[in-house]
């Protein structure tokens, strides 16, 4: 019964990350079409999702990168929203830190700039678990993964970063809210790549055969 669970519960995460992935991928592709004027809406609609089969078809590599950059924009700006309702003390502009670069990285420009540079580091990350875990199609490597990541930065690299204070010193609500954040992270990470490889090692529908021609 647990091993039928677990598969059910698995099923459901696949069915997620697929329609989150549509999803992102028809937002920008309207957004694209907004600067294309077509000749109707229905027109509009076929050419994005014939450009959807088309971003679906490429290469992993590429895949890899836009889950890592999503993937560091999306989570890196929760972590700016769990800031600004205080329910943590560290926002995303904690990447900043390690510079002398003035007041300004502890405010409102600082936390933006902070969600960006997240984002771009975020890709090297990706291809980290790309390159170690991508064959284990299973949400709890992300979890794992997400949760080293936390451990990294507020243990391994906490001596290094002169304002990120000792984690004995943040309140509790800091601890709780950043470690699910980087479990999140770290799932959303982990699944989508593990969702993507598992995808690019199975031959493409008859459906999305057809649509493609």
Known sequence: M???NQVHDEFLFRQFFQKLEEILLKKVMFLVFLGHPTSGGVDCMNKIDHEIIDTKQMGFPMKVILIGFFGGLIWSFIGYSSYYFHLTEVGPSFVLLPWALGDWKLGHTGQLVGIAVIAILSIGIAFFYKWTLQKVNSMWPGVGFGMLLWVIVFYILNPFIVDLKPVQSYSLN???TTLCLFILYG???????????????EPMSKEDSFKAE
């Open 2 to 4: 647990t091993q039928r």
């Open 174 to 176: 800091t601890i709780v």
């Open 187 to 201: 799932l959303f990470i982990g699944y989508s790549i593990s969702y993507e490889y598992a995808e690019q090692n």
